[in-house]
């Protein structure tokens, strides 16, 4: 039964300009009854941080960068209407709004290793997270669920597949769960023969076919590294094995993740692919809210729905995401820097498709894992990563 009190929840929206942020608020803007936005924080881009702190007016905004953090602080006080909230900039600044700001969940969708410590600063102020960074939790998993348990939050998955699983485990008891079955896309290069992944353009990786992303994320659904970081997320979030945990190549993307349990039944999350879904379940769980902005499913509009083996030999990014799992400790926080790098010339046109999985893969044969990391210990493999992984593309080795 729901209740018949249905309380506004206030939120913090910590990566407000992303494809993530911009959704939510989407949502937000749609049932002003049951939102409230508390605090809104992106990385730089002003204009539309004014613009979004001008509907929502939340009690607090920032950025990450010093520079946008400046002008941000200029642009609020001069115009012609003054915003009257809390301005904060740089990465402490960040990490500041994201602690004392007044909110009942924080939803944490910021880029990369930079969404890792504002992440963890609103989790010890003992706000809920929705946590859409997958990074929080492939560089420093352990830490954080034992963060979370400590301090008694929630983790509540928004990355679809996440969230799937976590809908389809409501109610079961752990040692029910045989195994958790991740879908993937398979991504734009599905059908691609090795020799023609070698020339893909960037323009080719960024056109997923079903979702709408941002930019890194697009580039990790094409190498499949996406579906890697989700294998070291769902271990973290699920407390299931590496070995228990499958992929299956689902292109349609209407089955969003699957669990088997021990007596056979295999429960599985249908939804048209639109992450307005699972990010409206996470603000709301245990609640399901009615919901007039995404379209709902209509199977006899759907083709039908295929499943395949991925293939590791064409897309290795999934090996080495489960490789670095097992090896554990500082390993994963290293492979998602490297990739992070990785992806990062690959976008600006300085290195080729490949070079991704090459670089990683050269990167984590230098590392010595450190075990039970510190998060200081976690950023420091974190930049070591990326120092590696900007010397090893030069190399000219190309083989993984
Ligand atoms: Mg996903």
Redesign the pocket.
């Known amino acids: 039964m729901v209740s018949a009190v249905r309380t506004k929840k206030k939120i913090l929206v910590l990566g407000s300009t992303g494809s993530i942020g911009r959704q939510a608020l989407s949502l937000a803007a749609a049932m002003p009854d049951r939102l409230e936005i508390f605090g809104l924080a992106a990385h730089s881009n002003v204009g539309l941080l004014l613009e979004q702190a001008r509907v929502f007016h939340p009690q607090a905004i920032g950025l990450v960068n010093e520079e946008a953090g400046t002008e941000l602080r200029e642009r609020a006080r001069s115009e012609l209407d003054p915003l009257d909230c809390a301005i904060y900039q740089g990465a402490e600044g960040i990490e500041e709004l994201a602690a004392t700001t007044e909110a009942d969940l924080a939803l944490c969708c910021m880029l990369g290793t930079g969404g890792l410590r504002p992440t963890l600063a609103a989790l010890r102020s003992g706000k809920d997270i929705a946590l859409a960074n997958k990074e929080t939790l492939v560089a420093a998993g352990e830490l954080v669920t034992r963060e979370a348990r400590s301090y008694g939050v929630r983790l509540l998955p928004v ?3 996440h969230s799937a699983l976590f809908q389809c485990l409501q109610g079961e008891l752990p040692e029910a769960v045989k195994r958790v079955i991740l879908t993937a896309s398979g991504g734009p290069f599905l059908h691609t023969s090795p020799e023609d992944l070698c020339r893909v353009t960037v323009e080719q990786a960024l056109s997923h076919p079903t979702w709408r992303m941002g930019n890194k994320i697009s580039v990790d659904s094409a190498t499949l590294m ?1 579906k890697g970081l ?1 294998i070291i997320e769902a271990h973290h979030l699920f407390g299931v094995g590496v070995d228990r945990i499958e992929v299956l190549v689902h292109p349609q993307s209407i089955i969003h993740s699957m669990v088997e349990f021990v007596d056979g039944s295999v429960k599985a999350q249908m939804g048209v692919p639109d992450m307005r879904l699972p990010i409206l379940y996470a603000l709301f769980y245990p609640e399901r809210v009615e919901n007039s902005e995404v379209p709902g499913l209509d199977l006899r509009q759907t083709s039908r729905l295929t499943f395949q083996e991925p293939d590791v030999n064409r897309f290795p990014c999934l090996r080495l995401a489960r490789e670095a799992l097992k090896l554990g400790g500082t390993m994963p926080a290293v492979m998602n820097a490297a990739n992070e790098a990785a992806v990062g010339r690959f976008i600006e046109g300085n290195s080729g498709f490949m070079d991704i999985p090459n670089t990683i893969k050269q990167v984590m044969k230098l590392h010595d894992p450190i075990f039970d990391p510190s998060m200081a210990q976690i950023l420091e493999a974190d930049a070591w990563a990326r120092r590696q992984a900007a010397t090893c593309g030069k190399s000219g080795v190309t083989h993984v």
């Open positions: 990355d679809s597949e996406n989700e």
